[in-house]
């Protein structure tokens, strides 16, 4: 219910988090801006904090097939969480 009551937005540029804080809390609470990986890490703490084992898969997702030389293209852009 809070994330369907709260402003929260997903970007590819969020706001810096300050490195000497909780920095979910402060996704949570102050910015409510970020993209899968803090998204992911949140129902992480949700579910960890209910008791339920979580964590989280980082890796990529999709790519270009080159069907002439047999490859796929990986980039950053296909990183995801």
């Not at 970007?11 to 909780?22: G, I």
């Not at 809390?25 to 084992?53: K, M």
Request: one cysteine or more.
């Amino acid at each position: 219910q809070y994330i369907e009551q709260q402003p929260f937005w997903y970007t590819l540029t969020p706001p810096v988090l300050p490195q000497d804080t909780n920095q979910m809390d402060n996704f949570w609470f102050n910015t409510q801006r970020g993209y899968c990986e803090h998204y992911a890490g949140a129902v992480a703490v949700i579910l960890r904090s209910v008791g339920i084992p979580a964590h989280i898969i980082i890796g990529y997702q999709g790519g270009a097939w080159n069907p002439v030389a047999q490859y796929l293209t990986i980039q950053q852009k296909n990183a995801h969480a």
